[in-house]
């Protein structure tokens, strides 16, 4: 099981804070992780519309979509987030 933390409008459009979920065996990095979530609903579709912008943090760290998921016990999605 692996933890799955949404933020900002991720997580409006989700309707969700948070789940915990068994991904499937071939789910393997983080872009398996993006595609597999879009075919859970429209909310989800919504949500990850643009994968490409989309941020992620494995165990709370920022990584790239090309990046491996295995072992991962939290995983933040995020929008682009911008300096300020």
Do not use: S
């Not at 459009?13 to 990095?29: A, C, S």
């Not at 494995?58 to 295995?70: G, L, M, P, S």
Request: glycine content about 8%; cysteine-free.
């Amino acid at each position: 099981m692996v933890k799955l933390v949404y933020f900002a409008w991720v997580r409006e459009r989700i309707g969700k804070p948070e789940e915990e979920m068994e991904l499937p065996d071939d789910v393997k990095t983080v872009r398996d992780l993006l595609v597999y979530l879009k075919t859970l609903g429209d909310e989800y579709e919504a949500a990850l519309q643009y994968p490409e912008v989309i941020r992620v943090a494995v165990n709370q760290e920022h990584v790239e979509h090309h990046e491996a998921i295995k072992g991962a016990r939290e995983i933040g999605i995020f929008p682009p987030m911008t300096g300020g």
